[in-house]
């Protein structure tokens, strides 16, 4: 079973900043391509960034130049540095593990934190 253990929402108020956390076990962290979506109330679920295990980054338009995903291999766990945050970005985020086998992309999910930015 693999487990997705996500960390650090909560409220905000516009322009401030949180950090999330997703720790998942070394054997899929160092396979993995890692990553964060995001769906608010009403919305489709929509990426927000991803990290490859060799260090590109990829971001959705709305949050570049304002959130950074990082990942730290001594502990499994990935990050999403979020700053000037803005009532838009308010959804509940999931961590998702991407790992290819053979052919197929087999992507695992956390169970999600939610993310409230006041105006």
């Known amino acids: 079973q693999v487990q997705l253990v996500e960390s650090g929402g909560g409220l905000v108020q516009a322009g401030g900043s949180l950090r999330l956390s997703c720790t998942t076990s070394?054997?899929?962290?160092?396979?993995?391509?890692m990553g964060w979506y995001r769906q608010a109330p009403g919305k489709q679920r929509e990426l927000v960034a991803t990290g490859s295990t060799g260090g590109s980054t990829n971001y959705a338009d709305s949050v570049k130049d304002r959130f950074t995903i990082s990942r730290d291999s001594a502990k499994n766990t990935v990050y999403l540095q979020m700053n000037s945050l803005k009532p838009e970005d308010t959804a509940v985020y999931y961590c998702?593990?991407?790992?290819?086998?053979?052919?197929?992309?087999?992507?695992?999910w956390g169970q999600g934190t939610q993310v409230t930015v006041s105006s």
């Open positions: 998702t593990a991407q790992i290819k086998i053979l052919t197929t992309v087999q992507t695992y």
């Open positions: 070394g054997n899929i962290f160092s396979r993995s391509t």
